[in-house]
Each structure stands twice: as structure tokens, then as C-alpha cells.
């Protein structure tokens, strides 16, 4: 930091030190290039040679120097993009290289544009990171999902309700965040297997926040119209456990969830609108 505060030119001795004996060195000098953002793009051809280093948290700082860069190490993508799709190792069971590579690509080289990047490679990846164990690295895809046309996240549809209906087992405060942008995607698509996601969410969601959650989840599954009667036995399912009241969980936020589920019932069942739905690639 205080080195990227400094007027002098300190990225020659910087790239020097990509090869020195120590490690700590090493990732030291990651790290100071990170810090010093676009001004790095000299150092970008040492940086991509450091990705191939044995050690995973070096490769991570190596990353994170590329994406703090920006467009100047776009070039770097497939590379990057290739790396994340391999997923989890003996060596790295968890993936929390995948996780840290999920942030440097999703979440800031390809946050506004895909321009140049290929998309088989693209949905791969996406594809291999929704299965990461955490739930903010899933969330880093949301950026992605934005950018897509439906031809294009068509043959994803598949790996994006697998993300809805088998949460992450870990980063939990961060994992709705996914969950619910696959939800709308779903519905936005009109997928069928989306309206019982939607009600199996409700039912089954983890207390925390879910008296914001659930109006979400009921106004994304309005969207599939009269077509959603289909779900409307789980729906009276969560409306009666609600009402019932939950363990560890304030009862009047029970009370108003369940009167939020009945509202959306009613809406359903009134419902004159039949939108065509159409199933998820395979079904």
C-alpha cells in the first residue's frame, strides 16, 4: 500500500522479485501489484508466468494482480478461465483456488463486458464454479448471468437450477444471493422446473433474513401466472408451518411470511394469465 502511494517506478524490482527464493517475497510482490492497479501492465507476461507455480496461494495473488490491472490483462482470461474450470483437487478438495479465481474473473475482469471472450470456455467455467462449496464465489457468477443472451445461457440452465435447489454448504450469509438470481432466470425464461424450486425454497430456507426472502421468492414465482397452481400445495404447506411459528425465529415475521404466502396463493389462483413454459435442456 505504501509502496503504491509512492511516485517512483518500483515494478522492474517488483517483477525481479516474481522470481525470488522466498515465497513470501513472491507473494509479497503480488500483492504490491495489485496495489498499483493499471500502472502494473508491464508486469502482466511475469504475472501469467507466475499462474503456473506450484503454490495455490501464489497462483491466487498472481490473479488478483491481473484482475487489479484490468482491460490491459484481459488477454489473460482464457487462461484464467481455463485454471477455474478444473475445480476442486487432492491437493485443493474444498476448491478455494476456484473460489479466489471466481473473484478475480467474475467479480472484476468480466463484471461489465464479455466482448472477445469465448463463450463455450465461459459456460464451462461458470458451470464448474456453480458447484463451488461457497456461497459468495457462486455469487460472483451473478455478474455473468446479466451479460448472457438466452441462446447463450441456454446450455446452462441445467448447472444454474442445480445451484437453486442444492445450496452451498458454506459462506451461507452469502448464498440466497445466487440462489435467487437463478430463481429469476428461471421465471424470466418461463422454466417449469422453476415454480418448484421456488416453493421448495420457501419451505425449506434457512430462517435467517427470510421474512425479506420469501416476498422475493413469491413475486418471482407470480411470473409463471395461473401456470404456478401447481405448486400451490407446498405453498399452503409453508403458509400453515409459518403460521404455526418457528423455532428461534420472531412470530409475528412467522405470521407475516404466512400471510404473504396466502396473498400470493389467492393472486395464483385467480390468475388468468397461462404463460408457455418450457423444460429445463435434457428433461
Not at 77 to 98: I, S
Request: with cysteine; hydrophobic share 45%.
Amino acid at each position: 500500500m505504501a509502496l503504491a502511494r509512492r511516485k517512483a517506478n518500483v515494478i522492474p524490482n517488483l517483477v525481479k522479485m516474481l522470481d525470488a527464493p522466498k515465497l513470501d517475497s513472491r507473494i509479497g510482490a503480488c500483492e504490491a501489484l495489485a496495489m498499483l492497479k493499471g500502472a502494473t501492465a508491464p508486469a502482466i507476461e511475469a504475472l501469467t508466468k507466475t499462474l503456473d507455480q506450484e503454490d495455490l496461494w501464489l497462483r491466487v495473488k498472481a490473479a488478483d494482480a491481473l484482475a487489479a490491472i484490468g482491460q490491459p490483462a484481459i488477454g489473460t482470461v482464457p487462461k484464467l478461465l481455463e485454471m477455474l474450470t478444473q475445480g476442486p483437487t487432492a491437493k485443493d478438495p474444498r476448491g478455494m483456488e476456484q473460489r479466489y479465481l471466481m473473484f478475480a474473473v467474475f467479480d472484476k475482469m468480466l463484471r461489465r463486458s464479455l466482448d472477445g471472450v469465448d463463450k463455450d470456455q465461459l459456460r464451462k467455467a461458470v458451470a464448474a464454479g456453480l458447484r463451488n462449496e461457497d456461497g459468495r464465489a457462486r455469487g460472483s457468477v451473478n455478474h455473468i448471468y446479466k451479460q448472457l443472451s438466452y441462446e447463450e445461457i441456454k446450455p446452462l440452465l441445467p448447472a444454474i437450477h442445480r445451484a437453486v435447489v442444492e445450496p452451498s454448504p458454506s459462506g451461507i450469509m452469502f448464498a440466497d444471493g445466487i440462489r435467487i438470481e437463478g430463481l429469476r432466470l428461471l421465471a424470466k425464461h418461463r422454466v417449469e422446473e422453476g415454480m418448484d424450486a421456488c416453493a421448495e425454497y420457501i419451505l425449506h430456507q434457512n430462517h435467517w433474513a427470510s421474512e425479506k426472502r420469501t416476498p422475493t421468492i413469491l413475486k418471482i414465482l407470480s411470473r409463471y401466472g395461473a401456470a404456478a397452481k401447481a405448486v400451490v400445495p407446498k405453498l399452503k404447506q409453508a403458509a400453515a408451518a409459518f403460521e404455526k411459528g418457528e423455532k428461534h425465529f420472531p412470530k409475528h415475521l412467522s405470521k407475516a411470511k404466512a400471510k404473504a404466502v396466502r396473498e400470493a396463493i389467492a393472486a395464483i389462483e385467480s390468475s388468468k394469465e397461462s404463460p408457455k413454459l418450457i423444460r429445463l435442456p435434457g428433461k
